[in-house]
């Protein structure tokens, strides 16, 4: 059985960290101090995905206000418990259990045919109801897609001012403004 549990941010660093920083891409990764910063604001929780008593994967996940929809920060299952149906099973309890039903956002890399995880990716969140809003962001000389899975109606205008939001709060406000875009 599947479950999700929330963990501090000395259980993240002692239990994950060393695994976010293996399986994320060095350009992909924040700094630890900008993580543990936006824990100790209360912006970002922690999750481990856990099978039986073993930790198979692991959740970041960000709220800024009551106004805005949870941010999915970084989601991973460990390599040898994917394509089991556990990331599937880890996000609805997500979207259940701990965003209670508020709304879903990420973003993920544009997808592309000559990086066939990138397909694979997309395909994953749209089986769960995620859906593009129409824009493409350039961070850090990488193509993002945001996707959503929110059940009110937020115009792409509003839905790209709520992630520049989340990205001002990771990144800092001059770094949004030298090293990310809105493309499209």
């Known amino acids: 059985m599947i479950d999700v ?3 501090t941010l ?3 660093k002692e239990d994950i960290y060393a695994k976010y920083i293996r399986l994320f891409p060095e350009d992909e990764q924040r700094d630890l101090e900008k993580i543990e910063k936006t824990y100790k604001d209360g912006i970002e929780k922690f999750y481990k995905i856990i099978l039986k008593d073993m930790t198979i ?6 709220k800024l206000s009551n106004n805005y929809p949870f941010y999915i920060d970084y989601f991973a299952i460990f390599n040898e418990f994917q394509n089991k149906g556990y990331g599937t099973k880890a996000m609805q309890i997500l979207g259940n259990k701990i965003t209670d039903g508020k709304g879903l956002i990420a973003e993920i890399e544009k ?5 066939p995880i990138t397909i694979k990716r ?3 969140y749209k089986r769960l109801g995620f859906n593009k809003i129409g824009s493409e962001y350039l961070l850090y000389d990488v193509l993002y897609t945001p996707i959503i899975n929110i059940n009110k109606n937020i115009d792409k205008r509003n839905m790209d001012i709520i992630f520049f939001d ?3 709060t990771n990144c800092g406000e001059l770094d949004v403004k030298t090293k ?3 493309i499209k």
């Open 5 to 7: 549990v929330e963990i």
């Open 10 to 12: 000395n259980e993240f």
């Open 57 to 62: 994967g692991f959740f970041m996940l960000e």
């Open 111 to 115: 997808e592309n045919i000559n990086n």
């Open 122 to 124: 997309f395909e994953f």
């Open 166 to 168: 989340y990205y001002k």
């Open 180 to 182: 990310c875009k809105i």
